[in-house]
């Protein structure tokens, strides 16, 4: 085996014709891996994705993964990876953006409408949207994917980025809502409430888009307790976000904004104390019973 790739969350090794994955239990934010290990993440994120690939294949929804194994192990199809622009000539390609649809006021879109970088009336709101307001129609948002930090793209930039025609975006799209739909309709029936997430795509032989990587987990997606919401309007939170919120506490997030903004060294970020370590592997634990319907 070739190690290709050692990300945030899993290495990629070249095993031949395809790809294997192998999921760690490092943990990101910020695009920041934070210096603490959390026990069971890896195997809670490569269980709840593999389950969301059964599901997709299901839909009829074009997907890379091959085989499961080991509760920590995908074996998946290999597209080709292009950490520059593509082009609409390509085929059999790893697509270089990231692909994100939000249903509900949060995370970096609050910050966007607090600092006036998007505009509320935009999204068709009356007024400027509080944190956990649902979207009137869903967002759909494409950002780079192999820049240090990752950025939001308008539609045209997007484009020649990932080498997309504007039929290529809407049947990305058009995949993406499809297969929300499911995820949105079982996290509700299992008490959550499905808030936004991100997912990625490779365009196959015929230029038709291939759901890739991983989605649907507590690290890609935002999961909100349903009962909570909808009696008191608190937003509990079920996934990483519960680890981001944590260092916008401590003020690290606002020094790491600033950093950046200045274009100054960023700070490193500190390691999770034990009590935050425990509770969240607790979480991600609990969530994958909790998104799949399955017991740990």
């Known amino acids: 085996m070739k190690l290709l790739r050692k990300g945030k969350v899993k290495e990629v090794y070249d095993i031949g014709e395809n790809l294997l ?39 009829q929804i074009p997907n890379h993964l091959l085989e499961f194994r080991n509760k920590k192990e995908m074996i998946v199809k290999k597209f080709e990876i292009i950490e520059g622009r593509a082009s609409e000539s390509m085929k059999n390609y790893l697509v270089p953006l990231e692909f994100i649809v939000r249903y509900y006021v949060a995370g970096s879109l609050l910050d966007r409408f607090e600092k006036g970088k998007t505009r509320f009336q ?26 240090k930090t990752d950025r939001p793209l308008d539609v045209s930039e997007a484009k020649q980025i990932g080498g997309l025609s504007s ?27 499905h808030a936004d997430g991100k997912k990625e795509f490779a365009l196959d032989d015929e230029r038709e888009p291939v759901l890739v990587d991983t989605f649907g987990t507590a690290d890609e997606d935002r999961f909100w307790e349903k009962d909570e919401y909808e009696r008191n309007g608190t937003l509990v939170e079920r996934s990483k ?19 950046r903004s200045k274009k100054l060294e960023e700070p490193s970020i500190p390691p999770l104390p034990e ?15 909790r998104i799949t319907g399955q017991k740990w």
């Open 122 to 147: 935009d999204l068709g709101f009356k007024n400027i949207p509080k944190h956990g307001e649902k979207i009137p129609e869903p967002l759909f948002e494409m950002t780079t994917k192999f820049e």
């Open 241 to 259: 976000e519960f680890v981001r919120q944590y260092y916008r506490r401590t003020g690290y997030y606002e020094k790491l904004l600033d950093a």
């Open 167 to 193: 039929e290529d975006v809407e049947k990305i799209k058009e995949t993406i809502l499809k297969m929300d739909k499911k995820i949105n309709s079982e996290s509700l029936n299992r008490g959550l409430i």
């Open 21 to 59: 994955f192998v999921f760690t239990d490092q943990i990101s934010v910020f695009d920041k891996i934070i210096p603490s290990l959390v026990p069971d993440k890896g195997e809670s994120l490569a269980r709840t994705s593999a389950y969301w690939f059964e599901q997709a294949s299901k839909l």
């Open 275 to 289: 009590n935050m370590l425990s509770e969240t592997s607790s979480l991600y634990r609990s969530l994958y019973e």
